[in-house]
């Protein structure tokens, strides 16, 4: 790694390429990469490669929008490479190299540029619907009448980008591209424009034909559309882990379920309150004398006794935190599955970084066995023995790319998305930390613990709401109706008539006589809770046994690391150096040479599984502790 100073990054990285294929071989398997700015740079002009087209679609399709007009549309869009030449000799003459922020740069150009365009043949084209039909003289009087909105427009935009342009401050080489850019271009554009774009303009309405709409839009969806399919189709993101997680719990459809359970629960709880249809009675008919027809209606409600009430909201905030806890269910069994898998792509990818060094020796040694068999130095069988351990090899490469491949596809499964991923750090495994202790007290925190847990306080409410129900119904209701006819009233004759009405009110109970049915729900519920209890210890016992099976796991792979580490590792790769020269200066055969670096490769692949194992082990019991 190193800084550049008074050079671009581009021409820097050409250099040192030149200058590594001229005087550096690398082994078989091995190549060198060129990261950091000029990464980012190769990344950004990727992207800008489909920006800027896009860029100017949209500004050809506004102007269409605007004048109806295919060439005048192209007319005023030839203010683009007006502008473009003067964008370019700034940076020639303030010695610039093209960066990112240039390209910006020239994006915000083509915008502001335009303006004059239009500025213009907006001015031509309100002199032609005014009558004048010479065109001459309507360009002359044209151009003479939006100089002045001409020059204000480009001032307006280049003395703004003035300051950045001059700028000495943190962050200069970022902003002075981007602001040469701008006012070179806009100098140009505007000059080029007055003189240009009229003459242009004469020609055009000269002797332009008309396109038409539908053929320029054909045209554009064939070409410009599949690029920007393909861009989108070909573009891999790389995900951190943390990135990783947070996308799965964002896209997978078993977190989406999950939450709609939740969602659907807190509905539910809204019917607690449900207090049934109201009742609604209306009768006509001569039920008080054989002469007249009376009427009669009453309304009435049946209600639940109050507790009943409370029980279903208890039994409904019960179902929503039970919901809750299954969503951290799950969202803890896809992290760790996320987690498992990311993991296991690095362990795959690195095992393919070490057998492609494994590779790298063996063509060394196949080429020596083959010239030693051709001078006469060795036998038949030395060369044999190369071929066959490079074969081996070979077949071991291709196997370690499908556990790639099949590693990549189940975290592009879990992830919910249809771009390819990459994770970080390709070919370098890390050693995962553990944030918790290993005592037994961790496991408590296990969601699925705790899910269970409320399921016995699920029941438990299930059971009070049953024996609430035991409680007797109370009806409440009113009635209103006629009587015609003649009644005493006080020792005196009186008649009624139909708008004579007779109201009162009712209220009744009705009390459970036959309760053995429900006294027998009463007890089903208490068998349930029964059942979560009982399931509960279950798996608090499982989840036990599990954390110390995991807990014994991580101890014993984390002692295998540390032996690893401390010696086996540092000793193997002095092993394999001693051996190679040895091997070159004739002090070994290729007997024992093949035996050290079998030795060898065997110690650091031991040690890549049991690194493996153990971020295994670590991501298990963050699972048991509900980790995420």
Not at 83 to 99: E, K, Q, T
Not at 125 to 153: F, Q, S, Y
Request: proline share 3%; hydrophobic share 40%; aromatic share 10%.
């Amino acid at each position: 790694g190193f800084n550049v100073r008074n050079r671009d990054v581009e021409s820097i990285v050409e250099e040192i390429k030149s200058k590594v294929d001229k005087n550096i071989n690398f082994p078989a398997g091995y190549y060198p990469t060129y990261g950091g700015q000029f990464q980012n740079l190769v990344e950004a002009r990727q992207r800008l490669s489909i920006a800027v087209p896009v860029a100017l679609l949209l500004i050809f399709t506004l102007l269409f929008f605007t004048f109806k007009s295919v060439k005048q549309s192209i007319l005023i869009f030839t203010a683009i490479p007006l502008s473009a030449i003067g964008g370019v000799f700034a940076l020639y003459f303030r010695d610039m190299p093209f960066s990112i922020s240039a390209g910006v740069g020239f994006i915000a150009l083509f915008g502001v540029s335009v303006l004059n365009g239009i500025v213009l043949i907006a001015e031509f084209n309100r002199l032609k619907e005014n009558g004048i039909t010479d065109l001459k003289e309507r360009v002359l009087r044209g151009t003479e009448v939006r100089l002045r909105p001409v020059l204000m427009t480009a001032l307006v935009a280049s003395l703004g980008f003035l300051p950045m342009a001059l700028s000495n401050s943190s962050g200069a080489e970022v902003q002075r591209p981007l602001a040469t850019v701008v006012i070179g271009g806009l100098f140009t554009a505007t000059f080029l424009t007055l003189i240009v774009l009229p003459i242009l303009y004469i020609y055009f309405e000269k002797g332009m034909k008309k396109v038409k709409i539908n053929t320029m839009l054909l045209l554009l969806g064939i070409f410009l559309f599949p690029a920007i399919s393909q861009a989108k189709s070909d573009s891999v993101q790389t995900l951190s882990l943390d990135a990783a997680v947070n996308m799965a719990l964002q896209n997978n459809p078993t977190i989406k379920a999950a939450k709609q359970e939740v969602e659907w629960n807190e509905q539910m709880k809204k019917t607690s309150l449900d207090i049934g249809k109201t009742q609604f009675n209306w009768q006509h008919g001569q039920y008080n004398s054989t002469i007249n027809n009376d009427n009669y209606f009453d309304v009435s409600q049946t209600f639940a006794f109050p507790t009943v009430y409370a029980k279903n909201t208890n039994v409904a905030n019960a179902n929503i935190k039970s919901s809750e806890l299954q969503q951290e269910v799950t969202e803890n069994e896809l992290t760790t599955q996320v987690k498992s898998v990311y993991y296991q792509l690095a362990y795959a990818k690195t095992k393919q970084k070490l057998l492609l060094r494994l590779d790298s020796i063996y063509v060394d040694f196949a080429k020596a066995a083959d010239l030693r068999y051709k001078t006469g130095e060795s036998s038949l069988l030395e060369k044999t023995t190369a071929e066959t351990q490079l074969m081996e090899i070979r077949n071991r490469l291709k196997m370690a790319e499908s556990d790639v491949q099949i590693c990549s596809t189940q975290l592009k499964t879990l992830l919910n998305n249809d771009n390819p991923v990459e994770i970080e750090d390709e070919g370098k495994m890390a050693k995962r930390g553990l944030m918790i202790q290993t005592d037994s007290s961790s496991y408590n925190n296990n969601p699925g613990l705790a899910y269970l847990q409320q399921q016995i306080k699920v029941q438990e409410e299930q059971q009070s709401l049953q024996k609430a129900k035991m409680m007797p119904d109370i009806t409440l209701g009113y009635f209103n109706q006629s009587l015609i006819g003649t009644q005493t009233i006080n020792g005196t004759e009186q008649y009624f008539g139909s708008s004579n009405r007779f109201t009162g009110f009712q209220v009744g109970i009705a009390i459970p006589i036959w309760v053995k049915p429900q006294i027998a729900k009463v007890q089903a519920a208490k068998i349930k809770a029964g059942i979560a209890e009982s399931n509960y210890e279950s798996y608090q016992k499982k989840l036990e046994g599990m954390y110390l099976q995991a807990v014994q796991e991580y101890i014993k792979y984390k002692n295998s690391l540390e032996y690893y580490e401390t010696s086996a590792l540092g000793q193997s790769e002095l092993m394999l150096q001693n051996a190679k020269k040895e091997f070159k200066s004739g002090s070994i055969g290729y007997f024992e040479y093949v035996q050290v670096v079998n030795q060898s490769m065997a110690i650091q692949t031991a040690w890549l599984e049991s690194l493996n194992r153990y971020n295994q082990s670590v991501i298990q019991l963050e699972y048991l502790s509900g980790i995420k």
